[in-house]
């Protein structure tokens, strides 16, 4: 005999997709990241840019990066959240050096065309 509970119990959208969505109520702290609670699972998420996010609970890697005495680019997918490349950065690299190499990282991905879902960011190091 099978017997059926009286409610069924569904999964949220971003059970599927591992991507959540903020709902209407959106905070911004100090050091420019957005916290918000997912429209669908209504769990606490997290973003840096704005672009992606994540879950709010377990370990952060964006900020564990930053943190980093090495500084580097990172290509990330913004859709998967996945780093496709990152690229170690000399310590003592000035500001030009640092836009010259930004600009050939960006065009040797194509991350500046419309639609190609990437996102190039300078990560660790020391902040001037």
Do not use: N
């Amino acid at each position: 005999m099978l017997i059926r509970p009286a409610t069924s119990q569904t999964l949220t959208q971003c059970w599927y997709t591992r991507q959540h969505q903020p709902g209407a109520a959106r905070r911004r702290d100090g050091e420019g990241v957005w916290s918000a609670l997912c429209r669908h699972c209504e769990r606490p998420i997290r973003s840096v840019g704005g672009k992606s996010w994540t879950l709010a609970d377990g370990v952060d890697l964006d900020a564990l990066a930053t943190q980093s005495p090495i500084r580097f680019f990172c290509v990330t997918s913004v859709e998967d959240g996945m780093v496709i490349a990152r690229y170690p950065l000399d310590h003592d690299a000035d500001d030009a050096l640092i836009a010259t190499r930004l600009a050939e990282i960006v065009s040797r991905h194509g991350a500046a065309e419309p639609g190609s879902g990437l996102d190039v960011r300078l990560m660790g190091g020391r902040r001037a």
